[in-house]
């Protein structure tokens, strides 16, 4: 897991513990590490598993942090994603029966098996499904594919809001479309893993997850326009700047059946406003003047959902600029807005979001800090100054531990690339 080492005092070239993979250390003396457990042995495990003949490939796939721009992406909205370096590697070799074969290093003991030359049908282990997916609509899309061995190793945590979930259909992707000898557009590759997120694991997701894993850039956030998938890339000086992500630990049950009735209550209130304006067919085209007007027609509930979604549209608009600009006191501002409206317009915040968020501001160098995925537990995301991640990480460690009896896991990030084939 990718976290924060806190060197001991007075010792600012405090090495790494044995298997782990230390990245240059910050100046404000916080080491980047990731436990590299998880991936060195990932061919040697392999091996046991599928044996040694064939030459063995690897894919790796990042997982992602919306910095702002929350539940608008299935809305036609803007999204202000970047990719981040906990990820998800496959271990892949072909194979000639037309057979998949997938193991993983997170459900030890637990084999997902389909054949290519069948209709692919959903089945347990449920993670499973997001694999299966993805064939079936590489197939569908008439690539040739042929069988494969696969071995999954994950540093996302699973659950925490990171789309490790997309993260495992791009890298399937990749894998797949490399053994068939396929080269495919990215934006057609990351609407191919929504489909498949969609009909077999049966999660109405957005675009914006499949679309920053398979085209992020190093070094930049991405403005995604969740209607016509068009891209601006913003920098992220990280001379200036620190993402920090802190995992609450906890995942609270309501998130599957919650999201869908979001979405439901969005469409409900598109169904009003498109009344008095027929020009409206998401909540992208909706102002906020429109949403006030047409609040005595809709329920209380369904106007809180479109004025979170239509504020939100526009805060995450003057993110991207406020970023590209520097003025990253303004850039905070926004994230403790959205923040706001996600626990009170949108209500998936939970207690320890809530709390985490709020300790986060007390720390002097942060400059926002909001909920970031679907909701109802999982991780924050904030903003900071280098020389605040370290008190950031021990205040929340101190403070978040006495309050909810758990640790949270804290740890800062660079923006990477997405999906690549490492050899």
């Not at 077999?200 to 070094?219: E, H, L, S």
């Amino acid at each position: 897991m990718l976290r924060i080492e806190l060197p001991s005092p007075g010792n600012s070239g405090t090495l790494p513990r044995p298997g782990h993979f230390a990245r240059p250390a910050f100046s404000d003396t916080v080491i980047r590490m990731i436990d590299n457990n998880v991936f060195s042995s990932l061919n040697e495990k392999f091996v046991s598993s599928f044996g040694s003949e064939g030459r063995v490939r690897v894919v790796r796939a990042p997982g992602r942090v919306n910095l702002i721009g929350e539940h608008t992406d299935y809305n036609d909205g803007f999204v202000l994603p970047m990719a981040v370096e906990p990820e998800v590697r496959i271990a892949f070799r072909a194979r000639r029966d037309g057979q998949v074969s997938i193991a993983s290093t997170v459900f030890a003991n637990e084999i997902v098996e389909f054949s290519l030359q069948k209709r692919i049908e959903r089945s347990k282990p449920a993670w499973g499904n997001y694999c299966r997916g993805v064939a079936a609509e590489l197939i569908a899309a008439g690539i040739p594919l042929g069988g494969m061995d696969a071995l999954l190793g994950n540093t996302l945590p699973v659950g925490g809001g990171l789309s490790s979930s997309a993260a495992v259909e791009v890298a399937t992707a990749t894998a797949l479309l490399t053994l068939a000898g396929v080269e495919m557009d990215l934006t057609r590759l990351a609407l191919l893993c929504q489909k498949a997120e969609h009909e077999y694991a049966m999660v109405p997701c957005g675009i914006m997850d499949q679309t920053i894993v398979a085209g992020a850039k190093a070094g930049h956030a991405m403005l995604l326009d969740c209607r016509d998938n068009s891209k601006h890339y913003v920098p992220l000086d990280s001379r200036e700047l620190r993402v920090v992500i802190v995992n609450s630990m906890v995942k609270h049950e309501l998130g599957g059946s919650e999201y869908a009735l979001r979405r439901k209550q969005c469409e409900d209130g598109v169904a009003v406003l498109k009344v008095a304006n027929p020009q409206i067919k998401a909540l992208r085209d909706a102002t906020m003047p429109q949403v006030q007007a047409a609040a005595g027609k809709m329920s209380d509930v369904v106007f809180r959902r479109c004025r979170h979604v239509v504020s939100e549209n526009t805060r995450t608009q003057q993110a991207a600029a406020k970023l590209s600009d520097r003025m990253y006191e303004d850039v905070g501002e926004l994230m403790q807005a959205s923040h706001a409206s996600l626990r009170d317009d949108y209500e998936v915040s939970c207690s320890e979001l809530d709390f985490l968020v709020a300790e986060s501001m007390k720390i002097k160098g942060v400059y926002g800090a909001r909920m970031t995925g679907g909701g109802f537990g999982g991780c924050i995301v904030a903003l900071s100054q280098p020389r605040a991640v370290a008190p950031l990480a021990e205040h929340l460690m101190k403070t978040y531990t006495a309050q909810f009896g758990r640790q949270p896991n804290t740890f800062v990030t660079t923006a990477t690339s997405g999906a690549s084939l490492m050899e």
